[in-house]
């Protein structure tokens, strides 16, 4: 009996199939979802591993580390949680990312400076890659918020506290993470709410003892309580986009590496120009 041969690429057989890179992300995504589906335990990765995984997939190590630093900034920065006080009032945290030229030491260290000094805020807690402030509750400080010296307006005033997380990308690089937690001022308008509420009740119920229609004397509890939403939703709306300026404009200084040079006669007289208020058209 002849041998038969054994098995082997043949002219007629298909191709092995082949799949683009959004594909390659969908069946990686997909099998990992699987995995963690099924209750089996996940693999832990060291930094070289997972570069190295990049490499074989070709991932740019490049972006594959600015991956994992925004993963470990999201690992450390808390997620605005729901609730009915974020239904009724809307987000209770600004946040704001970039990645920016120098050391974790060295751009923590300026952000301190800056928080200190132009936003009134003192350390909380300091960690290696993560510094946490929060209000100053001295008088002086106090005087400065109220009177606005210096024409800021302390957009991170009311923050319960503040963070910056630096991680570093590569040896030249750092993602900072910026975020400003306003959930406590949400909670005082909640705690307003509710005590205009009782009010309207108990004009609705003045109202009716005085022998108001039922119709008319009912306004209150629903009229001022829906007015004071508004006007309530409305402050902690502008409370978010003003923090969230302030941090965005922070990151804009670190990205252009202001922090670093030395002031110039012309960049002092444009930085009192800009504050000097725009002349009126007649």
């Known amino acids: ?53 990049g490499r074989e997939v070709g991932l740019s190590p490049q972006h594959l580390r600015q991956a994992m630093a925004e993963e470990r900034t999201r690992s450390v920065i808390p997620a605005d949680g729901g609730g009915i006080s974020a239904t009724l009032f809307g987000p209770g945290h600004a946040r704001a990312s970039r990645t920016v030229a120098g050391s974790p030491r060295d751009v923590l260290a300026t952000i301190d400076t800056w928080m200190q000094r132009q936003e009134l805020l003192q350390v909380k807690r300091h960690f290696a890659d993560r510094v946490v402030w929060e209000p100053r509750r001295d008088l002086l400080g106090s005087l400065r918020r109220a009177l606005n010296i210096g024409g800021r307006g302390y957009a991170l005033a009311r923050a319960h506290e503040v963070a910056a997380t630096a991680i570093p990308v590569d040896e030249g690089r750092v993602l900072v993470s910026l975020e400003a937690d306003m959930s406590s001022h949400r909670g005082r308008l909640a705690g307003q709410l509710a005590s205009v509420t009782v009010v309207g009740a108990g004009a609705a119920g003045v109202l009716t003892l005085m022998g108001v229609a039922m119709a008319v004397a009912a306004a209150p509890v629903l009229i001022v309580p829906a007015t004071a939403l508004y006007g309530f939703r409305g402050m902690q709306r502008r409370l978010i986009v003003r923090a969230q300026l302030a941090l965005e404009q922070l990151l804009d200084r670190l990205e252009r590496g202001e922090f670093g040079r030395a002031p110039t006669l012309l960049g002092a007289i444009a930085a009192v120009a800009s504050t000097l208020p725009a002349p009126r058209r007649p």
């Open 1 to 53: 009996m002849p041998d038969v041969p054994a098995p082997g690429p043949q002219s007629g057989s298909p191709s092995p199939a082949r799949l683009d890179r959004s594909a390659l992300e969908r069946v990686l995504a997909r099998a990992a979802e699987l995995q963690s589906a099924g209750g089996e335990p996940g693999e832990e990765f060291t930094e070289d591993q997972l570069l190295e995984l």
